[in-house]
């Protein structure tokens, strides 16, 4: 089973989630290996500018689900 069926969501809370997994997502398959994500985790984890960077990711692939689910109006 794919790890992303869909991009429809029953709600713009469930949309954030499958943001922020599709952000993540991006990230493990760039770098697969789990030990390099983990030693790399110090450098960004208290660097503001870095924790800005993810939440512009998150952001844009939240506006992707957004639309996929017409802002879920219906």
């Known amino acids: 089973m794919s790890w ?3 991009l429809l969501t029953d709600t713009p809370e469930d949309g954030y989630e499958l943001a922020i997994k599709l952000s993540r997502m991006a990230v493990k398959k760039t770098q697969p290996d789990d030990a390099a994500r ?3 985790r110090s450098d960004y984890a208290f660097n503001a500018d870095s924790l800005t960077s993810v939440s512009q990711v998150v952001a844009t692939n939240f506006q992707t ?3 996929a689910n017409n802002y879920w109006r219906d």
Do not use: D, F, N
Request: no cysteine.
């Open 38 to 40: 983990e030693k790399m």
């Open 65 to 67: 689900i957004a639309q």
């Open 4 to 6: 992303l069926p869909t």
